[in-house]
């Protein structure tokens, strides 16, 4: 085995790891919240796409660092765009609780009985469509780029492996594949929240789903002053 | 109510007469729910580690012993911010027939990942190397650096950082 593959090896474990051990706890309550907020589709589909967004955006991430072999500067470069999605995760999970609640007719205001024009109109319309499976593949590109301790320790070795290697293209192929498996060991564990939180038959109960969306309210709140404070 | 027979309440989605069951798994779904998206979250802050710091290295260095030797950490510049490029230097007195040291970053009750900084020597039992100690979002600042001196064991140096 090579070191490359060695160190595939040690990230894909590591993703797993960190999985159960951390990601549960910072980027579960997000999987969480999209889950209940899936009424009466299945799952699994909508959280693929997520996490097949989130791992792209990864992998495009390990390339540049795989080419520049520079974290601390590729990182505070995109420091402000990630303080942006911590705060849009903030507020989509804010918003899909209350719509979810049935607390603010967002299909009324957005959807079903006008067509606004303007970025931030058309953008909250997008929001209240949420529940279509094919909207999670950008919402995973863009909540890929939330500041995480795992991702930055695996990036600093995506840079790492940069530097070391001669080619740029190839600095770039094993950066974006060190990232990919990284992802990929993370994926289980928050298939596995959001597979338990996304009991259908439990969903279809009133109450729940009321406590469901004040939890996910309670979690947006999290979010948006932990990206505030970013 | 949750657990009621309430067939007269209006509801999009049809209601089903609930069991002994389905109030229990109901109960523990809630519970589950709000462990994944309040308590985990909460935990992962609150929890203080602060008692554990045994190094200020903003203001210094730090000395452990191993084996009879002092193995003495600094780390440059000062304050140490997370994010940045940081000097990490190791000065080994009492032995010099040791292999090189290296460190491993990591956080005090939370997983990382493998943050490794390999140190060279610098002759007369000094070894620097640099490494990056990242931010973690959940706000926690207090960090760990495991120096490893190779067939002699390990020491671990616990600090706050800048962030």
Same mark, same amino acid.
């Given at each position: ?7 595939? $090896? ?83 999970? /804010? ?10 007719? $967002?299909? +009324?205001? *957005? ?12 953008? *909250?319309?997008?929001?209240?469509? /949420? ?37 740029? *293209? ?13 992802? /990929? ?37 999290? *979010? ?7 | ?12 989605? +049809? ?14 779904? /809630? ?32 000395? +452990?012993? $191993? ?50 900084? $390999? ?45």
């Amino acid at each position: 085995m090579s070191s490359i593959e060695a160190l595939y $090896l040690t990230f894909l474990t590591t993703g797993f790891a960190v999985g159960f051990g951390h990601c549960i706890g910072m980027c579960g309550p997000i999987v969480v919240s999209f889950s209940l907020n899936l009424k009466t589709k299945g799952v699994m589909a909508p959280n693929l796409l997520y996490h097949v967004g989130r791992i792209s955006t990864y992998a495009v991430l390990g390339g540049v660092m795989g080419a520049t072999g520079a974290f601390t500067r590729i990182t505070t470069g995109i420091g402000g765009l990630q303080k942006g999605a911590m705060i849009f995760a903030g507020l989509i999970i /804010i918003l899909m609780g209350l719509g979810m609640g049935g607390w603010i007719p $967002l299909g +009324q205001i *957005f959807g079903n009985y006008c067509r606004p024009e303007g970025i931030i109109a058309r953008s *909250f319309r997008k929001l209240s469509s /949420i529940q279509s499976t094919a909207a999670f593949l950008p919402l995973g590109l863009l909540l890929g780029l939330l500041p995480c301790g795992p991702v930055y320790t695996a990036l600093i070795a995506a840079a790492g492996l940069g530097m070391e290697t001669q080619n740029t *293209f190839n600095a770039v192929l094993s950066g974006m594949g060190l990232m990919t498996v990284f992802g /990929i060991g993370t994926v289980p564990s928050l298939l596995m929240v959001a597979k338990l939180s996304g009991m259908g038959w439990l969903k279809s109960r009133d109450i729940i789903y009321k406590i469901g969306s004040i939890l996910m309210i309670g979690v947006g709140i999290y *979010f948006l002053i932990k990206g505030l404070r970013f | 109510m949750l657990c009621s027979d309430d067939k007269t309440k209006s509801h999009p989605v +049809q209601m089903r007469s609930p069991s002994r069951n389905t109030c229990l798994l109901s109960g523990l779904w /809630i519970g589950m729910l709000f462990f994944f998206t309040m308590i985990l979250p909460i935990t992962a802050q609150a929890t203080d580690h602060s008692r554990m710091i045994n190094c200020d290295v903003h203001h210094g260095t730090c000395t +452990q012993k $191993l084996q009879g030797m002092d193995i003495i950490l600094d780390i440059s510049p000062k304050p140490v911010k997370a994010m940045t490029d940081l000097k990490f230097t190791i000065t080994l007195t009492g032995e010099q027939d040791v292999s090189e040291p290296f460190i491993d970053l990591g956080m005090p009750g939370m997983k990382m990942g493998p943050n490794r900084v $390999l140190l060279k020597s610098n002759g007369k039992g000094i070894y620097s190397g640099t490494g990056t100690i990242v931010r973690c979002p959940s706000g926690k600042r207090i960090w760990k650096a495991t120096v490893t001196v190779p067939d002699k064991g390990s020491v671990e140096f616990i600090f706050d950082v800048i962030y």
